[in-house]
């Protein structure tokens, strides 16, 4: 979802370094500090930017197969769903494919021992008699209930654009293993200058 890939890559450096690139009145990123950190993420992450016909979701976890025994990565992220050729037979009805497709995704990711994040966008909301729209829920993700009933984990991002200044609230809303976390809310404040976010 974010091209150029260049472009990409400069926010992942700024979120990881915690230092803006480009020209501004804050403290810069070092030419040093720079190059290690591009050698740093070069090691850790791999952006691709597949042709437009092979953006099936057999396609991406065929990449992800390959990556897995090329790279050994162990994290894969499809972001965003809705940019995906979703072609089905015109007797699969689309929640029947959504959910064929993520049980499809949650099988890979466990026999292959990858996490696999799916970045997904609501379908059209209300505004409520205050004129805000409400948190989304997995249930409001456009395509079917599976996202809900599917997930191991569901995590939803939402701020009040009606407030300049409001917080942007990190909604847990499924966590299938408490080991791994727990249902809640976190508010986080947006850093413009470098894209990051810290406690509000």
Not at 79 to 100: C, I, K, M, Q, S
Not at 115 to 123: C, D
Request: glycine residues 6%.
């Amino acid at each position: 979802e974010n091209h150029p890939l260049e472009y990409h890559s400069k926010k992942l450096l700024e979120k990881f370094s915690g230092f803006p690139l480009a020209q501004g009145p804050s403290e810069r990123l070092s030419e040093s500090d720079l190059e290690f950190c591009i050698k740093t993420l070069e090691q850790k992450l791999f952006l691709l930017d597949p042709e437009d016909d092979h953006l099936t979701v057999d396609s991406m976890l065929d990449m992800a197969r390959y990556l897995k025994l090329k790279r050994g990565i162990d994290g894969f992220v499809i972001d965003p769903w809705n940019e995906l050729d979703h072609t089905r037979p015109a007797y699969e009805t689309e929640t029947d494919y959504v959910g064929r497709q993520l049980t499809k995704i949650r099988r890979f990711s466990r026999r292959e021992n990858v996490h696999v994040w799916i970045v997904a966008h609501p379908a059209k909301l209300y505004r409520d008699k205050e004129g805000k729209y409400p948190v989304p829920t997995l249930y409001d993700i456009s395509g079917s209930a599976h996202w809900a009933n599917k997930a191991d984990f569901g995590i939803v991002v939402w701020r009040d654009l009606n407030q300049e200044y409001s917080p942007t609230q990190i909604h847990v809303q499924k966590c299938r293993f408490r080991w791994f976390g727990r249902l809640g809310c976190a508010d986080l404040k947006w850093e413009p200058v470098t894209g990051t976010y810290r406690d509000a």
